[in-house]
């Protein structure tokens, strides 16, 4: 092994982006190696709460300062602090006078970013060089402790490396070579939810719904359903998603996506209030409908094999109704580079990079998969699906309360503290 060991990263999404800086930050010698032609990214807003941009900040000022640039927050200022305000979606009162079921604040309230205009920002980071296209990862041969790793990959082409992080995502071929094709953990489970993604412009939005429901971050809440709205494209757009829960099978074996059309949003949604019906008008005929599966059925039982380990959405994809499994991303990213980084795994060499993957696996699990089965039942808590809850809204509240301060009260240095106890142990 060269004395600078050789670290490849599988998925050159946001968390693999994020990796490389953080690890480039810390001199280690990293490549990329993307399926795509290009760096992209699908999907639209995606948020990140204070425990997240405080794990950017650890992870490089520059990707916090990335962040900051492509952010949008709540338009009033009387709700910069507010995550979401919880509405009655049901209430047939006129558009605007819809109960106000009860808010959630936090230090700097809600936020989102643009998937891909957030990644054109990070990969103007990466040395150049850095990253290798067209390279769909097949299987990893691991031939022993002094041996490099060999990566096949679908063009017929191998690499060498000395340890692998798999960042590929919620179908990540690394955690299939991991568990093994056959295993349940190997593959996705559909949580029964699926979402209608669409875009208002702000003008529109805010002639239709007024400024207050157009401008700041919502949750309306239903019966077996709920729509969530809030600013992106610093205010020039409303986002909308709208979850539904049947008990149906997801239609395609193959995509999570699916094209569809506002009849079919009518549909689910009508049992919802004026409010919610006027946000489906003013939607475009045609939209995406999502499928939300997420890896809570069958959780990895450990994030690493010897010199090979996932993160991310790789090891814990989670559903989004905590608004958290990006910032997981992040979190994840700042506590493997700064244990990837410790002296003794660096002059430990191959040994020290499995106990670095061990250390990282052993600190994360907990509070990952409780995400994962705190997000399901958030979006259960939403459309007043869990039994002995249903809609008692004080209860929801409290719940609602308990768990999202418990993401974003979360203190990254703690978690490295932790992290670092653990490593001297493994040594």
């Known amino acids: 092994m060269a004395s600078q060991p050789r670290i490849a990263i599988i998925g050159g999404g946001i968390s693999g982006v994020c990796l490389a800086i953080a690890l480039q930050k810390r001199n280690l010698d990293v490549t990329i190696y993307e399926q795509a032609p290009k760096f992209g990214e699908i999907g639209a807003g995606v948020a990140f709460n204070p425990a997240a941009t405080r794990a950017m900040k650890l992870c490089s000022t520059d990707i916090y300062d990335a962040f900051e640039k492509v952010a949008t927050r709540n338009i009033s200022t009387e709700k910069q602090k507010t995550w979401f305000d919880w509405l009655d979606g049901e209430a047939d009162e006129p558009i605007g006078q819809e109960p106000y079921l009860f808010s959630l604040t936090n230090e700097f309230g809600a936020n989102a970013v643009h998937r891909a205009h957030f990644l054109d920002e990070i990969v103007d980071l990466l040395k150049e060089g850095t990253t290798k296209f067209g390279k769909h990862l097949d299987t990893i041969s691991d031939e022993g402790d002094t041996k490099p790793l060999k990566m096949k990959f679908h063009d017929g082409t191998e690499e060498e490396t000395d340890a692998i992080i798999g960042c590929d995502g919620i179908k990540s071929s690394v955690r299939i070579w991991m568990l093994g094709k056959d295993h349940p953990g190997s593959s996705p489970s559909y949580t029964h939810k699926y979402a209608y993604r669409g875009l208002i412009p702000m003008k529109k939005a805010v002639e239709a719904l007024g400024e207050d429901l157009a401008q700041n971050a919502k949750m309306h809440m239903g019966h077996d359903a709920h729509v969530l709205t809030f600013p992106v494209d610093h205010g020039e757009t409303m986002n909308v998603v709208a979850f539904r829960t049947n008990s149906e099978p997801w239609p395609s074996s193959e995509k999570l996506v699916l094209p569809s059309e506002k009849s079919h949003v009518k549909k689910d949604f009508e049992h919802f209030g004026p409010t919610v019906q006027k946000i489906i008008d003013i939607l475009e005929p045609n939209l995406d409908c999502w499928a939300i599966f997420d890896l809570g059925d069958h959780p990895m039982e450990s994030y690493h094999k010897r010199r090979v380990c996932v993160l991310g959405d790789a090891a814990h994809a989670t559903s989004p109704h905590h608004?958290?499994?990006?910032?997981?991303?992040?979190?994840?990213?700042?506590?493997?580079?700064?244990?990837?980084?410790?002296?003794?795994?660096?002059?430990?060499?191959?040994?020290?990079?499995?106990?670095?993957?061990?250390?990282?696996?052993?600190?994360?699990?907990?509070?990952?998969?409780?995400?994962?089965?705190?997000?399901?039942?958030?979006?259960?808590?939403?459309?007043?699906?869990?039994?002995?809850?249903?809609?008692?809204?004080?209860?929801?509240?409290?719940?609602?309360k308990e768990s999202n301060e418990k993401i974003w009260n979360a203190q990254i240095t703690e978690m490295v503290k932790e992290a670092k106890s653990v490593l001297d142990r493994n040594f």
């Open 323 to 400: 608004g958290a499994g990006a910032g997981m991303c992040i979190e994840d990213v700042a506590m493997l580079a700064e244990v990837l980084n410790d002296h003794k795994v660096r002059d430990q060499g191959l040994k020290g990079l499995e106990i670095a993957f061990k250390t990282f696996s052993e600190t994360r699990l907990e509070r990952t998969q409780w995400l994962v089965q705190s997000s399901r039942r958030s979006g259960d808590l939403y459309e007043w699906r869990v039994e002995g809850i249903v809609e008692d809204i004080e209860k929801i509240q409290k719940e609602c």
